[in-house]
């Protein structure tokens, strides 16, 4: 049976990835910061067959990620998929940038990825799928930005990007294939009620890419529909 963890399970994108994994038959480690109040959540592990296990686990917390590592020794990761992250205050511009906010936002999305990494990378090696997967955004493109502002979730983005694409040099002795991928612009908290696609519809596009993944593909930017994005 395959296996992945999911950071940021509890609502949105993350949610949906587990319970589409869920459906498919994975054993699924759902990681958020605080288990008892996601309700959705907990609903799922009532049908799961002991499927779905809940993880306490903040990103930015060494100590609880290095708890849940401790909690799942031995276990093997065939997914780990970096989903948990933030957009930040909207509206900073320059001469209005708040930088207490923008060290929290890179170390949810930036800094966050790199601690799961480092916390599980011996989880997923022992897998036989070997796969580290970033949500990262098309925000975090250099080369399609072309509209500026948000400079706050974008170099974050774009951070995360290097990360994994030096990850994925440095784990190909192992055989860990590292990507990221930009899940479109969904309907959720963070994407809004605008947004042109339900996360349903991104995350099994997704899914697809997911599975089609391997050592040939690692330190790529890839979009939802599979294709890959530009840096």
């Not at 296990?53 to 780990?80: F, K, N, W, Y």
């Not at 207490?100 to 170390?107: K, R, S």
């Not at 070997?130 to 990262?136: D, E, M, Q, R, S």
């Not at 790529?220 to 840096?231: A, D, I, L, M, V």
Request: charged share 20%; aromatic share 6%; net charge negative.
């Amino acid at each position: 049976m395959p296996s992945a963890l999911i950071t940021g399970a509890n609502r949105g994108l993350g949610f949906e990835f587990a319970r589409q994994y869920l459906v498919d038959g994975w054993q699924v480690y759902a990681a958020c910061r605080d288990p008892a109040s996601a309700s959705e959540l907990r609903r799922l592990t009532e049908t799961s067959d002991d499927k779905l296990r809940m993880l306490a686990m903040d990103v930015t917390d060494p100590a609880s990620i290095e708890a849940a590592a401790t909690e799942l020794d031995g276990q093997a990761i065939d997914l780990l998929l970096n989903n948990a992250g933030i957009i930040g205050p909207r509206g900073q511009t320059i001469g209005n940038i708040d930088y207490e906010a923008w060290a929290e936002v890179l170390a949810i999305n930036t800094m966050g990825p790199m601690r799961m990494s480092e916390a599980f990378v011996e989880h997923v090696a022992r897998s036989d799928r070997k796969l580290i997967v970033t949500l990262t955004s098309g925000m975090g493109s250099i080369a399609d930005n072309t509209s500026g502002g948000s400079i706050l979730y974008r170099s974050s983005k774009a951070a995360v990007n290097m990360v994994t694409r030096s990850l994925a040099i440095d784990l190909a002795p192992r055989g860990i294939t590292c990507v990221v991928v930009n899940p479109g612009w969904v309907r959720t908290d963070m994407g809004g009620p605008n947004a042109n696609l339900q996360p349903a519809e991104s995350i099994s596009a997704l899914r697809r890419l997911i599975a089609t993944l391997g050592p040939e593909q690692s330190g790529k930017f890839f979009n939802h529909t599979g294709r890959e994005y530009p840096w």
